[in-house]
C-alpha cells in the first residue's frame, strides 16, 4: 500500500530500460489538489514514445498513463467539481497557468505558458508529474472530470486521451449532418474517429492501407472503405470529403494523393504525430483549393466534459482488452508489437 506521501508504479529509469515496479515521491497535497485511487489506466502510443525519449529527452525516471480512472480519496479545500468517493478521470493534461487569454477562453490546452503534462512534467514548485501506470494519482482539480453514471471506469478510461484528441477536432471544425469524412488508419484513434464521425451525422469512409480492418469498420459504423493503395478506387472519390482525420502517418507520405480527395475549403486535421518532419507537401492545392492542414491538441476540460456527455448520450465507446496492472510490461510490449484491438487497459 502507498503512504499519502508516496506512491508505487512501473518506472521507466532510461531509454530501453525495462519498466519496475516500485516508490516514487507524490505531489504534494495543496488547496487544489484531488487525489484517486486509480482503478484503470489506458495505454497509449504516447507512453511509448516518452519511454523511449521519441519526442526529445525524457525526464527519466517516469511512470507513464494518461488516460487515467479512480475513484476520489482526498480533496483539498478549494475543489469543487469532485467529492470524495467520486469516480473521476484524467487525461493528457493535468495543469496550466488558467491566467493567460487562452486559459481564461476554455483554451487551456494551448496555454501560452505551456501545458503541465500528466507525466514527465513538473508542478511549478518543481514536484514531478507522474502518471497512471500505478496505484495513485494527484493532480490540480481544474483538469478531473467526473465520470458519467452510465460510463464503466473501465470503458471511460481511453477516452481522456484517445477520445478527446479525435473528438475536439471533429467538432471545432464543424463535422455534422451532411460531411464527409476520411479516417486514416482504424486503430486506437481511427476507431473513435469513425465513431464520433459517425454520432455527429456524417458519411464516414475508412481509409486504409490494406483490407485487413474492414469488418472491423464496418462495425465501427464506417459507410464505406477505401484501400489506399488502390488508385482507382482513390480516383473515384476525388474532390469529395469535407474532412480527412489522419490518425496514422508513415514515411513517405503522399501528401498530393491525400489533399487531392478534399473538396474545396475542405480540412485536413491531423491528430497522428509522428517523430520526424512532414516533408513534400504541394503548395498548390491549398491555393487552388483553400484547403486547410490544421493539428489539434487533445482538447480542452470544457471540450472533455462535452465529449464524455455526448458518449454517454449517444453510445461511443472503445473496443478494449484488460491486463491486470501487474502485467503492464507484457501489455507495453503487445502494444509495440501492434496487437492492441483497439486498445489497452491497466486494471488495478
Known amino acids: 500500500m502507498s503512504s499519502q506521501e508516496t506512491i508505487h508504479g512501473w518506472i521507466c529509469s532510461g531509454k530501453g530500460k525495462p519498466l519496475e515496479w516500485g516508490p516514487e515521491k507524490r505531489k504534494h497535497f ?43 480519496t482526498k480533496i483539498g479545500k478549494n475543489v469543487k467539481n469532485v467529492q470524495v468517493g467520486d469516480r473521476a478521470g484524467v487525461g493528457a493534461q493535468c495543469g496550466s497557468c488558467l ?22 512534467g513538473r508542478w511549478p514548485n518543481g514536484d514531478k508529474t507522474f502518471g497512471g ?10 483538469f478531473v472530470f467526473k465520470i458519467p453514471e452510465n460510463l464503466s471506469n473501465e470503458i471511460a478510461a481511453t477516452f481522456f486521451c484517445a477520445g478527446i484528441t479525435t473528438y475536439a477536432p471533429l467538432k471545432r471544425h464543424g463535422v455534422q449532418k451532411g460531411s464527409k469524412v476520411g479516417v486514416m488508419g482504424i486503430g486506437g484513434l481511427g476507431h473513435y474517429a469513425t465513431q464520433w464521425s459517425k454520432a455527429l ?5 475508412a481509409l486504409s492501407s490494406s ?8 462495425a465501427l459504423g464506417c459507410d464505406e472503405y477505401v484501400i489506399t493503395n488502390d488508385n482507382e478506387a482513390l480516383e473515384k472519390q476525388q474532390c469529395s470529403f469535407t474532412h480527412i ?32 518532419p512532414f516533408t513534400n507537401i504541394p503548395p498548390g492545392i491549398f491555393i487552388m483549393r483553400q484547403v486547410s492542414l490544421v493539428g489539434s491538441a487533445i482538447g480542452s476540460p470544457e471540450e472533455i466534459r462535452e465529449m464524455l456527455d455526448f458518449a454517454a448520450k449517444t453510445g461511443v465507446k472503445p473496443w478494449i482488452q484488460k491486463y491486470p496492472m501487474k502485467q503492464a510490461p507484457e501489455a507495453v510490449q503487445a502494444m509495440r508489437d501492434g496487437k492492441a484491438r483497439y486498445r489497452f487497459v491497466l486494471e488495478n
Open 211 to 218: 483490407d485487413r480492418k474492414r469488418k472491423d469498420a464496418e
Open 30 to 72: 495543496d488547496d487544489d489538489t484531488v487525489e484517486m485511487d486509480i482503478t484503470h489506466c489506458g495505454i497509449c502510443a504516447s507512453d511509448l514514445f516518452t519511454m523511449d525519449s521519441g519526442w526529445g529527452a525524457t525526464d527519466y525516471p517516469c511512470i507513464v498513463g494518461h488516460e487515467i480512472t479512480g475513484v476520489v
Open 201 to 205: 451525422g456524417a458519411h464516414v469512409v
Open 245 to 276: 482525420i489522419c490518425t496514422s502517418f508513415g514515411n513517405n507520405f503522399d501528401w498530393g494523393k491525400f489533399l487531392g480527395l478534399l473538396k474545396p475549403n475542405g480540412k485536413f486535421i491531423m491528430v497522428a504525430l509522428p517523430d520526424s
Open 133 to 142: 501506470y500505478a496505484d495513485k494519482w494527484s493532480g490540480h482539480h481544474h
Open 99 to 120: 491566467k493567460c487569454n487562452y486559459c481564461t477562453h476554455d483554451e487551456e490546452n494551448i496555454c501560452a505558458k505551456g501545458m503541465i503534462g500528466t507525466y514527465n
